[in-house]
């Protein structure tokens, strides 16, 4: 059962457009989310994130937006730069849980000059 | 530099040969995990550490034995491997608190003939 999903594998953009990354969740438990940047040959990196008592959360170029009534999150990039083709992960994780993260199966970000 | 560190870096094995993958952190760090990233599946944890002597199994854990005897240190045993565990592993670690950032390592990549 995959709580956490992305269901786009691929996402392809001109530079200088708008990069927009989906993720849903089922686990109406869940209250805090992540999204990790992942390059080839390296580990993810963590990237930004929001807490369930927001609706938007923004750093720079990135932009994080939940709308918890429709269990949905979105990465925005505005703008998106060569640079930011990576993969990017989607997690979610609850109070009292340890901390764990569930993470989405990813979206593959092309970004072209 | 602030790091986590996995070694080795890519593995070819045969079924049934032990193996040890190490992992190690120099943040003083409470919390490790283990991860392995599939097609896909994304990311999905395989066993974690509160501390050290305390360890407890993730989503994946079958086929894994873990141990935490150093807090830096947190190593991931194959003690039969076999092809389904074909994959690319990842240690992580953070401070305790469920919402602290989870740093990870480069990877391990891992092919069981």
């Known amino acids: 059962d995959q709580q956490v999903k992305q269901n786009s594998p691929s996402l392809s953009v001109q530079e200088g457009r708008i990069s927009i990354l989906n993720c849903d969740y089922t686990n109406s438990m869940f209250d805090y989310f992540l999204w990790y940047k992942k390059y080839p040959a390296e580990g993810p990196t963590f990237l930004i994130s929001i807490s369930s008592i927001k609706d938007k959360n923004e750093d720079g170029r990135f932009t994080v937006f939940l709308n918890k009534s429709a269990k949905h999150l979105s990465l925005h990039i505005v703008p998106s730069q060569p640079g930011d083709s990576a993969v990017y992960f989607c997690a979610a994780t609850s109070s009292g849980n340890t901390g764990k993260l569930i993470f989405g199966q990813g979206t593959t970000l092309q970004v072209k000059p | 530099e602030a790091q986590v560190t996995q070694n080795p870096r890519y593995l070819i094995t045969v079924t049934g040969k032990k193996l040890t993958v190490t992992c190690s952190q120099n943040m003083n760090h409470e919390y490790m995990s283990w991860y392995r990233q599939d097609p896909g599946l994304g990311l999905r944890q395989i066993y974690y550490?509160?501390?050290?002597?305390?360890?407890d199994k993730g989503d994946v854990p079958e086929g894994y034995k873990v141990s935490r005897k150093e807090k830096r240190n947190f190593p991931l045993i194959l003690e039969s491997p076999s092809p389904n565990q074909t994959s690319l592993y990842f240690c992580?670690?953070?401070?305790?608190?469920?919402?602290?950032?989870?740093?990870f390592g480069p990877g391990t990549r891992l092919l069981v003939l």
């Open positions: 550490s509160m501390n050290v002597e305390v360890t």
């Open positions: 992580a670690s953070r401070l305790a608190g469920g919402r602290e950032t989870q740093y």
